[in-house]
């Protein structure tokens, strides 16, 4: 398992002195851009078996400059993109850019996790939505909790294992190569996932609307005393 926090559209990379570099297998990295060099290089030294999980700006899922859409068409293709998650912004102390989670594997129809047989993912990307996880710690900084953190976990797990996963509209989606394909390969979770849905509400129309129209009259009528109440204590202050 590899884990990288590489930096965000770095372009000096030393990128025009490897050209040739056996490592692009999917597509040769533009010299301004160092996003695809970073996830070639990763995947190049992975295990057979192995995964690993990048974070890089959310620029990097939809692309086309330099022939990134190209290389992401590739990755894609080649079956080696197991899992894309769309972060909320402000996470990061250095940048308040909302960022992604790409989540890449040598081989994706085997693989082992916490001792367990991992199933057959080839022909699907799980693509998961979190954006609107997270709290606010401070005025610019956000941060996931405990359980949104398990959240996360337990959805890509669970479709991983093919244990207990069900697309969630707004949140996760298991979305196949021909869906993937109609976006052109665009890799953005909120293509896929969807609307949250609408919570049940089976109070009649006509019922919601009257209270509703009695919260409004009271609320009217509150704002008449009020402004009553201001017009004395001016009347009272400011000499005629």
């Not at 301004?32 to 890089?56: E, F, K, R």
């Not at 102390?93 to 001792?115: M, V």
């Not at 298991?174 to 394909?181: K, N, Q, T, V």
Request: hydrophobic share 40%; aromatic share 8%; glycine share 10%.
């Amino acid at each position: 398992m590899i884990l990288a926090n590489p930096p965000f559209n770095i372009s000096d990379w030393g990128g025009e002195r490897l050209r040739e570099d056996g490592r692009w297998k999917y597509g040769t990295p533009p010299a301004g851009n160092a996003n695809y060099a970073w996830l070639q290089h990763i995947l190049h030294h992975l295990a057979p078996s192995g995964t690993a999980g990048v974070v890089l700006a959310n620029g990097s899922m939809s692309s086309t400059q330099s022939g990134e859409g190209e290389m992401r068409k590739a990755m894609i293709e080649g079956e080696v993109i197991d899992c894309m998650i769309a972060l909320p912004g402000q996470l990061f102390y250095s940048t308040q850019i909302p960022a992604c989670l790409w989540f890449l594997a040598k081989d994706k129809s085997n693989g082992i996790a916490r001792d367990r047989q991992l199933r057959d993912r080839r022909g699907e990307v799980l693509f998961i939505d979190a954006r609107r996880l997270g709290f606010m710690v401070d005025r610019t900084r956000k941060e996931f909790s405990d359980a949104d953190v398990a959240q996360i976990a337990a959805t890509y797990h669970a479709w991983r294992l093919g244990e207990g996963y069900v697309d969630i509209p707004g949140f996760c989606k298991s979305a196949s190569l021909e869906e993937i394909r109609s976006h052109g390969h665009v890799l953005t979770p909120g293509r896929y996932v969807g609307a949250e849905a609408a919570e049940e509400d089976d109070v009649p129309f006509v019922e919601r609307f009257a209270g509703l129209q009695e919260v409004l009259e009271t609320q009217f009528a509150d704002a008449e005393a009020l402004t009553a109440t201001i017009r004395a204590r001016l009347a009272g202050v400011i000499p005629q």
